[in-house]
């Protein structure tokens, strides 16, 4: 207890479990593997840097629920 | 014609046969025609929960298969003369029952009963879509674990596949104490995470184990223990009557006192 109250406000692990259980169930709901998101990505990365200029780092591709579809967003951020 | 409602929930040990025999009880005790239906072949429990495992002649595969009729093979309640249970075989698979027989099997029994509560098996293969497939409704029952909650999501999604419209959960083994500490989820996160409607709130109890130790549903006894309480209001929220889970957790730290008070 004392080395939680150290280390500043503790995050409630119920938090951390829903937070994982809304993650994964976009992926079981939507019927896709996590490893699939990693494999476009990086055929993300080399489809696009023929063309622009970006950040490789800072690339995300991601699930998530809207409303009733599961949407995948692509967030490539150029370079200036 | 009565209704069939399937209680269903992907994994296993998060409590569907405790939940059958306990609604069943309930339903049973408000003056309702009521059948259990086992439908988890090999792995027969429904009736060690009501204390029947003695009086079995004939189970839901000698129907199918023409060894006797459907009304021999029904094993009535020690208790209550309006409860019935119509037992799995132990000695056969899963497959021994083919979604058209049990479809006609839950049809006729709803002629006769006001509910047929069909208590399904674990998983999501054949065994639970033969379960599902004679019922109007569903009832999902999940704890407030990541696994058990996962499991649900995929059972509801199979479920409202097959056609489901009225779905409803129940939460087992709530602890209130950890919810409000912040190391359980809450019945409203899983309701959120879910998007299904609530039926029941189910606080852990270890009254619940002494009474699965006895062969006597809880919910017989609603107004010593807070599990019998809670199955209780889920009958009455089951039947459409107006229902406050505050009333639940009251009574947990109502009997929590009685007990430091008595601990000293």
């Keep these: 207890m ?13 938090e951390v479990a829903k937070e994982r259980l809304q993650v994964v169930l976009v992926y079981d709901r939507a019927k896709i593997e996590p490893k699939l998101i990693e494999q476009i990505k990086e055929d993300l990365v080399n489809v696009v840097s023929k063309y622009l200029n970006f950040d490789h780092e800072n690339i995300k591709v991601e ?3 809207e409303e009733i579809k599961s949407i995948l967003r692509i967030d490539i951020p150029l370079k200036d | ?7 269903t929930s992907g994994k296993g040990g998060v409590g569907k046969t405790t939940a059958v025999a306990n609604i069943g009880t309930g339903l049973a005790l408000r003056g309702l025609k009521i059948v259990l239906v086992d439908t988890d072949i090999g792995l027969r429990n429904l009736d060690l929960l009501l204390g029947l495992e003695n009086r079995i002649v004939y189970n839901l595969v000698d129907v199918i298969e023409g060894r006797c009729n459907l009304k ?5 309640d020690k208790r209550l003369n309006n409860l019935f249970l119509l037992p799995a075989a132990q000695t056969k698979e899963k497959e021994a029952v083919s979604i058209e027989q049990m479809k006609f099997l839950v049809h006729e029994l709803k002629k006769d009963f006001d509910y047929v509560l069909i208590d399904s098996p674990a998983g999501i293969e ?3 879509r033969t379960a599902i497939s004679g019922a109007d409704e569903a009832i999902v029952i999940t704890t407030p674990e990541v696994s058990s909650v996962r499991d649900a999501d995929r059972v509801i999604g199979l479920l409202e596949a097959n056609g489901f419209e009225n779905l409803s959960l129940i939460v087992n083994r709530v602890r209130f104490d950890m919810v409000r500490n912040g190391d359980m989820l809450g019945v409203e996160d899983l309701l959120e995470i879910l998007s299904i409607e609530l039926l029941g709130i189910i606080p852990e109890d270890e009254n619940l184990i002494i009474s699965v130790n006895k062969g006597e549903p809880i919910i017989l006894n ?5 599990s019998g309480l809670a199955f209780s209001l889920v009958v009455k929220k089951l039947l459409g009557e107006e229902v406050s889970w505050e009333e639940l957790e009251k009574s947990e730290s109502f009997i929590e006192k009685i007990f ?3 601990r000293g």
């Design chain 2, 126 to 128: 054949h065994g639970f």
């Design chain 2, 260 to 262: 430091k008070f008595f």
């Design chain 1, 2 to 14: 004392i080395i939680n109250s150290l280390w500043g406000k503790k995050v409630p692990s119920k």
């Design chain 1, 63 to 65: 699930l998530s629920n």
């Design chain 2, 222 to 226: 609603a107004d010593k223990y807070r």
């Design chain 2, 72 to 76: 021999q093979a029904l094993v009535k």
């Design chain 2, 1 to 7: 014609m009565g209704k069939a409602i399937v209680i």
